[in-house]
């Protein structure tokens, strides 16, 4: 069975990503906010690095309650930068407490973070393959960063674009390839 190229074959819980995860439509507030998390701890590393932590992640992060990271204090901090378990990097952690404040004002302000989603992309999912930017990822970059979030530049978003399946980017080659035709 043919899969993407950047899949490792070698690496199981990659490949169970790849075909059960990585593509497919997951609008729901909660998967929404982990994957924004972990996508932003990927800048500079690759996403295998981080989905490899990915479980690690849920048990430092409270399983992603947005609540409880909003809340998160320097003794937090703290614990999280000792935890060799997950990337420990104290600029993407204190982005990630300050992205949580900022992911929730957004779902008070459009009553979902999938709402907001929807200003920019209309419910379309697009299919594109090969890129690693577009002008969809360009826009919400741009007003994430505006609203005062951090590490989450085009190329971030359009890699988190793609595994919450906004844009469906299965290579010609991989079995699970689909195209708006």
Do not use: P
Not at 11 to 28: A, C
Not at 43 to 69: H, P, Q, T
């Amino acid at each position: 069975m043919n899969r993407c190229s950047w899949c490792n074959l070698k690496n199981d819980l990659y490949m169970k990503y790849h075909d059960e995860e990585w593509g497919k439509l997951n609008l729901e507030d909660r998967y929404l906010f982990e994957m924004l998390i972990l996508e932003s701890f990927q800048a500079g590393l690759s996403w295998e690095c981080v989905l490899n932590k990915r479980e690690y992640f849920r048990m430092a992060f409270d399983n992603f309650d947005i609540d409880k990271i909003c809340n998160y204090d320097d003794d937090k901090i703290q614990k999280l930068l000792e935890n060799k378990n997950i990337i420990r990097n104290k600029l993407k952690i204190k982005a990630t407490i300050n992205n949580s404040k900022i992911f929730k004002e957004i779902q008070n302000e459009y009553g979902s973070f999938h709402n907001y989603l929807k200003t920019f992309t209309k419910d379309i999912i697009i299919y594109e393959v090969n890129k690693t930017t577009n002008k969809l990822s360009d826009e919400l970059s741009k007003d994430l960063q505006k609203r005062g979030m951090k590490f989450v530049g085009s190329t971030i978003i359009y890699s988190y674009l793609q595994a919450i399946g906004i844009i469906y980017s299965h290579e010609k080659e991989c079995f699970l390839y689909k195209s708006l035709n």
